[in-house]
């Protein structure tokens, strides 16, 4: 398409177009989901870095190291730093436990779980993720997941839009179980936990109330210009 000097377009869009163009943005706007809580566990601690959220183990404490992590499931600009590394420990003492975030998942629907993660030949290679609505009582998610040896690319994506009873819980709660470690130093590193969902106030389907205004504010624009534009052709 080419403009004249004077900028106008060859031929005018019409402004229907433009008017349909503008209420079609409005109302699809936002489909993105929105992350709840993260841990980048950049800082070396359990604490959560972005949102709200509880992150513990009872793993023995002396097992539950950190060590260098990976941008792979990264959000907000966060660099690789660093990550979780649970190890076996002695007599593989660490087999069956675990590490848990609670996560209220009020406002929120779709929710979604991922992490990158990676383990050593000798580390848990039975890894099983579960899901809590009330906090106390978990649920098997998904078969065990063996880790492979770098972290790569591609996150490990729980997607659990389906367990209706997490949405809008503030009880929430997430684990993953580690098994099959075969020696103290064997180990598995976790990076970039990201618990996320569609948020009430940005869903793909907007609150009634807002979509009418916006439709009705857009609507009042296209009928204010349409009557400009007869004016000025008087
Ligand atoms: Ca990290
Ligand atoms: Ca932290």
Known sequence: MFLRPNFRLTRPIPFNLICAVLIFVATSQAANADEIAIWNFNDSDLNVDHGSGTLTSNFNVANVLFAAGTT??????DPAGQALSLQGGT???NNGRNITFAVSTAGFTNIVVSFATQGTSTGFNSNQFQYSLDGVSFVDFNP???PATAFGAVPLVFSLAAIVGLNNNPNAAFRIVFNGATSSTGNNRIDNIVVEGTSAASGTIPEPTSALLLISGLGGFCRIKRRYTKSHKR
Do not use: E, K, V
Request: hydrophobic share 35%.
């Open 72 to 77: 792979t499931n990264a959000r907000l600009g």
């Open 91 to 93: 007599g593989n003492a």
């Open 144 to 146: 065990p997941f063996t």
